[in-house]
Structure formats: C-alpha cells, structure tokens
C-alpha cells in the first residue's frame, strides 16, 4: 500500500477545479489571410496601374489594399484583447491597458454569437468608472467614448471571427472566475 492509496478519495482528488485563466486574443488564422490577400491585391493592382486616368484609379485601390495589409500585419502583433483570471480583469484598448479587480466591477454582461458572422461581446460594467475612466489619456478615453455609445458599457470587447476566446463556453468560464464577487450575465 502506498501513501497516496491510504488516502480517503476525497483527499486525493481535488474536487474543486482550479479556474484557469481566460483571454480574448485576436485570430493569427483570419489576419494572416486578410494581411496577404490584401497584399498581393495592391501588388496586382499595383502592377497594372500607368499614368492613365484609369490608372490613377489603379494606383488609389492598391494605396488602399497596402493599407488594409498594413493594419492586417498589425493586428498579428497584437496579443491579448482581455485577460480575465482570479484577481479580475484586464482590457487592452488600443495601446493602454485597463484592470480592475473583480470586487469592483458591477456586473460582467456576455453577448453570444448568434451565426457564423456575428460577433460576440463581453461588456464590463463597473460600479465607478470615474476613477479608471479618468486616469486614461485622451486617445483612449475617445475609444471607450465610443464604446459607451456603440455598446452601453465603455469596456467592451469583441469576439467571434476576427477574436476567438480561449473557452467557448464564455459566461461559464467568467463565472467561475468571477467566484461570485460579481454577477456574469448572458445578455439576450
């Protein structure tokens, strides 16, 4: 007999699941596709233009592609979008990130994806965003403006298509997480 088997089963299983850590990160698959496409798009058109004015159009579509391939590239630079983990939960707008712990956010809404091309959204609501709202720079406070106006909530991510979430299961893994500190809500 050894000394794990003398053990009662209780002790030797945890029963509780430690919650993992969940993130909101930018898909690699659908920006890589995007970055290239959109490349070698401006590159044909590119290629194709003169000095015609036709050409000149040539040239303003290929402008154009080269810059949906450079905010595409971009994108796969970019990490997390949100990480969520037992102490609370932190938002990347732009360049600056935003955390706030679990006690002081009010609730955490979740908007599922609906089909194939909708995105989802988790909103998070917090019981005073005066404070963190404004310790942003101007530039950031612009975006969460716009997110206040776009979706109720000035922290808000995406997910669906261009955003995957590390767990399907979004409003489960958040509970969890969350530990009853704060209600997470599905939003139909």
């Not at 971009?74 to 732009?94: C, F, P, S």
């Not at 956010?105 to 404070?131: E, N, S």
């Not at 995957?164 to 299961?169: A, L």
Request: aromatic content about 4%.
């Amino acid at each position: 007999m050894t000394a794990a088997s003398a053990l009662h089963r209780e002790d030797r299983f945890d029963l509780e699941p430690e919650p993992v850590p969940f993130t909101v990160r930018a898909s690699q698959k659908v920006h890589g596709g995007l970055a290239l496409g959109s490349a070698m798009v401006a590159v044909g058109f590119a290629t194709s233009a003169s000095s015609s004015p036709t050409g000149v159009l040539r040239w303003i579509a290929a402008a154009a592609f080269a810059v949906l391939a450079l905010v595409c590239a971009r994108a796969l630079t970019v990490g997390d979008m949100l990480v969520a983990d037992d102490v609370g939960i932190r938002l990347r707008i732009g360049s600056e990130w935003i955390g706030t712990r679990w006690e002081d956010i009010d609730q955490v809404t979740v908007l599922k994806r609906r089909h194939l091309l909708d995105d989802g959204r988790i909103a998070v609501h917090l019981q005073d965003p005066g404070p963190i709202l404004g310790a942003m720079p101007s530039s950031t406070r612009k975006t969460t403006d716009a997110n206040r106006r776009l979706t109720g909530s000035s922290l808000a991510v995406p997910f669906g298509l261009t955003a995957r979430p590390s767990n399907g299961e979004v409003v489960q893994a958040l509970h969890m997480l969350a530990d009853a500190r704060c209600p997470v809500r599905e939003q139909l």
